[in-house]
């Protein structure tokens, strides 16, 4: 069978929904999306449907079906649930000239509804003519990661300034003007969540008569890679990876993340080893400030979340310096990896309802955190960069009265194929994790409870008291 797409409209039109169950409510959501009167043709509905009609959004006829129903329908969806009276309602739809979707029975279908990535006006359908509906449903999801939230409004007001475009901009112009605004500093301003400044930037094009000077300044977007696995980008990451003229990775940034880039971008690795300078901070700050001002969109891809340990402020500092265009895309960090991986929360109710991130390494000079006085009764603490200051934070957080029984979670490549998981206790901290050759970076986290302040205050545990 062989199938073209084509979209209706579907404004003051009926759709006639056959059934009152589940399988017709899934029909209703999916017209839900367009302005058709809903037609509900069943004895009785569920909460859902049954809500529609109480709200005004679709009409419940309980009366004998006939062709009648069917006969100024735009598109008739068939669900009751029995094979038999799909069939039976199926021949009276037809007797009347209607359009049908019987469910879960290709064969009596006219119409197969595709699954739909909606960015309203913008619509893409993703269709297997019924062999293969789960397959339809995986590449939905990766068209969603393409396209951004907000594209369909973006759209809407690129729409909404095609008049002016007509009008100011040359005919020869046009094509590299809407080329601009789809690809450039526009829709990044609009996706960012900066709606009035995308609007200005392209009212300002128009003014001028055209798209800017391709020679202008280019953009650093500062990316979160995530802690490993490639599915934990974001969808704006990913976006970003494809739109980069070159790319500016970490050694920790999983090569399958760079496979998500385009094809033709420029890749470049700016790795740091714990101890190694051959790539220092204001080495990378200079040579994505120079990428940028040749014009090129910049990615600067770090492991994680760039805020977070990062070092984004110096790239964020450098790059404002030279008057560029910057942003940061959020990645997820690796404590919120490591916790989910071992298949804990970070926080439990009534136990601990403070986070706290610290770094287990400073900048050479810098004196170490006290991660004793930070894990107070009601604090869960998530240390990066920890591996190597083992024995100093097992001596901090024992000194502070920490229970030497208290566990300690190690994990090591979160959420990757080498990711690994030790549980130790706090006083053999440093020993686990020489014997068992825990790498770094590593996550290190640890709960102080608050029933531990009870128990400390009624005598059962021992307080280590300073002069």
């Known amino acids: 069978m062989k199938t073209f797409p ?12 056959v059934g009152g169950g ?24 569920d909460e859902e449907l049954q809500a529609l009609v109480d709200t005004g959004r679709a009409v419940h006829d309980t009366g004998a079906i006939g062709p009648a129903h069917f006969a100024d329908a735009a598109l008739v969806f068939i669900a009751t649930g029995c094979p038999g009276l799909d069939a039976a309602v199926h021949a009276l739809a037809k007797a009347a000239g ?7 029975q290709p064969a009596l279908c006219d119409a197969l509804t595709p699954s739909i990535v909606d960015r309203d ?41 095609r008049d002016a475009v007509a009008q100011r901009v040359p005919r020869e112009g046009r094509r590299a003007f809407w080329r601009w605004a789809f690809s450039e500093t526009p829709r990044r301003m609009h996706a960012a969540g900066a709606e009035r400044d995308a609007a200005r930037a392209l009212k300002d094009a128009i003014a001028g008569g055209g798209a800017p000077d391709a020679d202008a300044l280019g953009v650093i977007s500062l990316v979160g890679a995530g802690p490993g696995s490639a599915d934990l980008l974001t969808m704006r990451a990913v976006q970003r990876l494809q739109e980069a003229d070159i790319i500016f990775y970490d050694r920790l940034v999983d090569p399958a993340v760079l496979e998500l880039a385009r094809r033709d971008a420029e890749r470049v690795y700016v790795g740091k080893a714990v101890g190694a300078c051959a790539w220092p901070q204001e080495r ?9 001002k040749q014009g090129k969109r910049v990615v600067r891809l770090k492991s994680g979340d760039p805020c977070v340990f990062g070092r984004a402020s110096e790239e964020l500092a450098a790059a404002r310096a030279a008057g560029l265009t910057v942003e940061i895309v959020p990645g997820v960090t690796a404590a919120t990896a490591a916790a989910a ?12 309802d403070r986070l706290v991130f610290a770094t287990g390494t400073c900048r050479d000079g810098d004196e170490a955190p006290d991660w004793g006085r930070i894990l107070t009764p009601g604090t869960a603490l998530a240390l990066y960069m920890g591996v190597r200051k083992a024995a100093e934070i097992q001596h901090s957080l024992l000194e502070s009265g920490l229970p030497p029984e208290s566990i300690v979670e190690i994990i090591s490549a979160a959420s990757t194929v080498n990711e690994r998981h030790v549980s130790a206790r706090i006083d053999a901290l440093a020993e686990t994790i020489e014997i068992e050759k825990i790498p770094s970076p590593s996550i290190l986290l640890v709960r102080r409870p608050k029933h531990l302040a009870d128990a400390q205050c009624a005598g059962d545990v021992p307080l280590r008291l300073s002069a």
């Open 98 to 104: 209607a359009v049908v979707n019987v469910v879960d």
């Open 6 to 17: 084509m979209f209706l409209k579907m404004v003051g039109r009926d759709v006639v929904i």
């Open 284 to 292: 990378i700050d200079a040579i994505i400030v120079a990428a940028a």
């Open 121 to 161: 006006p913008v619509v893409v359908a993703i269709g297997t003519e019924g062999a293969a509906p789960v397959l339809a449903r995986q590449i939905k999801t990766r068209i969603e990661t393409m396209l951004e939230p907000r594209l369909g409004e973006f759209a809407s007001l690129a729409g909404r300034m």
């Open 341 to 352: 991986s071992i298949g804990q929360s970070l926080t439990e109710r009534g136990q601990t």
């Open 22 to 45: 589940e399988q017709a409510a899934q029909k209703a959501r999916l017209m839900l999306k367009t302005e058709a009167r809903l037609i509900l043709l069943a004895p009785v509905l």
